[in-house]
């Protein structure tokens, strides 16, 4: 018989029994692993199968990526860990309810926990993130990632998100393993797909409603995203002030924000998509927000004015829009919008000029 085979047959029995007493790290879905250093390092032994990445969390006794070394860059980071587990209070009740009904495997399986770590920042694209996972209630940890100290380039993050920018997030997948999530749509699809069984945010998939929804979320991403940050930058950081291109984009930005005054004109229940708010609403409404600081007039659109003070009033969105620090780019809040425009002006253009010169040399 194969050694391995052997092994596994001895193993059982010694798995069966740590399976009774500790969380363990066999049991597909039931993530993160909790589990008991001897069942790593039994499993380790007998089976080979752990991941030399996350070793150094799930053999201290918590599943956790810690300080995470990538070999090919030589960088070791600290890119994800399980606040909830580090609490010993919390991590005994979670394994009594493991071992003492087996039965209720099931239904923890059907609903994983998210173990999510976020790299943000307070801008459109960051603060939809964090608007959404409040919303959602769930619960998360944040790395800053500054993009004016350019720190989105750093290899260590291109490991999580190799286009190099904000947001992304690590969680912890199925098969106990991380897995990262990066551009805000994609994400918004993740979160609500595998944490949103009540269709807070979402819609039953499959619905009219669902489709709706993801029309929405793209028209965001392929128009209000792409546009509107292109009118930013030739209205606020260019070192050229160049008429036509501020022309394009800010005349293009103030059309798709009539194709959004209309649908809300029409909406019943005030949103977007359906009959309350989804990332739909979630995804557009982060970049509305800085609809004024991109010269346009919210007045001329008063379906999306009343929408965006709505929304905005809402506690879990009020509290993302903060995360990870205070926004200030209100037009009622002039100051607020020029500490915003002279802290990104800079960094964009040495940004991009890092960018270009590194694609040159390939
Ligand atoms: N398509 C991406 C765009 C992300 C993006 O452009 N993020 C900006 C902040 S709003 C960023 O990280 N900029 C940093 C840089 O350009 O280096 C998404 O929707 O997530």
Redesign the pocket.
């Known amino acids: 018989m194969e050694l391995r085979r052997a092994c596994q047959i001895i193993y059982r029995p010694i798995r069966n029994y740590l399976q009774c007493c500790f969380w363990n790290a066999q049991v597909p879905r039931l993530q993160p692993t909790m589990s008991f250093p001897a069942a790593h390092i039994f499993k380790r032994a007998f089976m080979g199968r752990l991941g030399s990445n996350i070793s150094h969390g799930s053999l201290s006794g918590i599943y956790r990526l810690v300080p995470q070394h990538n070999i090919n860059t030589g960088i070791t980071h600290n890119i994800f860990t399980h606040s909830q587990y580090k609490d010993p209070v919390k991590r005994r009740s979670f394994l009594r309810t493991k071992t003492s009904i087996q039965n209720k495997t099931s239904s923890i399986m059907a609903s994983p926990q998210p173990h999510i770590m976020l790299y943000t920042?307070s801008?459109?694209?960051?603060i939809k993130i964090t608007t959404a996972l409040e919303e959602l209630g769930l619960k998360y940890e944040v790395e800053h990632v500054d993009?004016s100290t350019l720190r989105?380039?750093e290899p260590w993050y291109l490991e999580i998100n190799p286009n190099?920018?904000?947001?992304a997030i690590v969680d912890t997948f199925d098969d106990g393993e991380p897995i990262r999530v990066f551009?805000?749509?994609s994400i918004l699809q993740y979160l609500t797909e595998r944490y949103d069984p009540e269709h807070k945010l979402s819609f039953p998939k499959g619905s009219r409603e669902y489709y709706e929804c993801n029309n929405w979320l793209f028209f965001q991403?392929g128009g209000i995203?792409p546009m509107q940050?292109q009118a930013s930058h030739f209205l606020k950081y260019a070192p050229v002030k160049i008429e036509y291109g501020v022309k394009r984009y800010v005349t293009e930005t103030r059309r798709l924000y009539s194709v959004l005054d209309t649908q809300l004109s029409k909406s019943k229940s005030g949103y977007l998509v359906g009959d309350h708010l989804s990332i739909a609403d979630i995804a557009n409404l982060s970049w509305v927000i800085f609809g004024e600081y991109t010269d346009v007039d919210m007045n001329a659109f008063p379906h999306l004015k009343e929408w965006e003070a709505r929304l905005s009033a809402r506690p879990g969105i009020a509290k993302g829009f903060h995360i990870p620090k205070v926004l200030g780019i209100k037009s009622d809040d002039p100051e607020g919008a020029k500490k915003y425009q002279s802290h990104h002006a800079d960094w964009v253009i040495r940004?991009q000029q890092l960018e270009q010169e590194a694609f040159s040399r390939k």
């Open positions: 920042d801008t459109p694209n960051g993009i989105q380039k190099g920018r904000i947001p551009e805000g749509g991403h995203g940050g940004s």
